[in-house]
T-cell receptor, first 112, second 115 residues
């Protein structure tokens, strides 16, 4: 019940295309869902986050879509660029506690 | 701010040797986390400190692993003796104690290879 399932494991997208990464969770107590971006040789860095009181959050080319009833959320990268090539992790957090449950990661490659 | 600092960045050692990983959190952050990242298991929380006190060490794999935080600006993760299955990237992260949903700031990681 503590798991966050992430798919796909890897993704290849053409420049200018839309990248979509999906996550699903079981624990309805989760109330904060961040996405982290990790470049090779670097630590993960917060990209964008959402709380379940809204169904969508957009920051530039990055959008989180949230479906509370389905217990799913997804990251959409519009107009994907080669510089977006990285590993993306979804995560879930309960009530502002310290513990984040991370998905297994999606390795995105955007072709020039 | 320089961000979270970890050293060494790479460590190659032989099975049975002691390994010490070091972390300097962001100044003013009250929470510190050690994570291990592997292809098989993803990102796992090993231990969490708050105000230099270990709060949750349930993720520490076994007694060979130990972590300390002697002051607010330094933490170590020690593996003794090391084994090949300990090979992974170890991340330190810190977080400010300022309300809910605190962002965790990750260091660049230490890539450990145990031969």
């Amino acid at each position: 019940q503590q798991q966050v399932k992430q798919s796909p494991q890897s993704l290849i997208v053409q420049k200018g295309g839309i990248s979509i990464i999906n996550c699903a969770y079981e624990n309805t107590a989760f109330d904060y869902f961040p996405w982290y971006q990790q470049f090779p040789g670097k630590g993960p860095a917060l990209l964008i986050a959402i709380r379940p009181d809204v169904s969508e959050k957009k920051e530039g080319r990055f959008t989180i879509s949230f479906n509370k009833s389905a217990k799913q959320f997804s990251l959409h990268i519009m107009d994907s660029q080669p510089g977006d090539s990285a590993t993306y992790f979804c995560a879930a957090n309960k009530g502002g506690t310290y513990k984040y449950i991370f998905g297994t990661g999606t390795r995105l490659k955007v072709l020039a | 701010d320089a961000g979270v600092i970890q050293s060494p960045r790479h460590e190659v050692t032989e099975m049975g040797q002691e390994v010490t990983l070091r972390c300097k959190p962001i100044s003013g952050h009250n929470s510190l986390f050690w994570y291990r990242q592997t292809m098989m298991r993803g990102l796992e929380l090993l231990i969490y400190f708050n105000n230099n006190v270990p709060i949750d060490d349930s993720g520490m794999p076994e007694d060979r692993f130990s972590a300390k935080m002697p002051n607010a600006s330094f933490s170590t993760l020690k593996i003794q003796p090391s084994e090949p299955r300990d090979s992974a990237v170890y991340f330190c992260a810190s977080s400010p104690l300022s309300g809910a949903y605190n962002e965790q700031f990750f260091g660049p990681g230490t890539r450990l290879t145990v031969l």
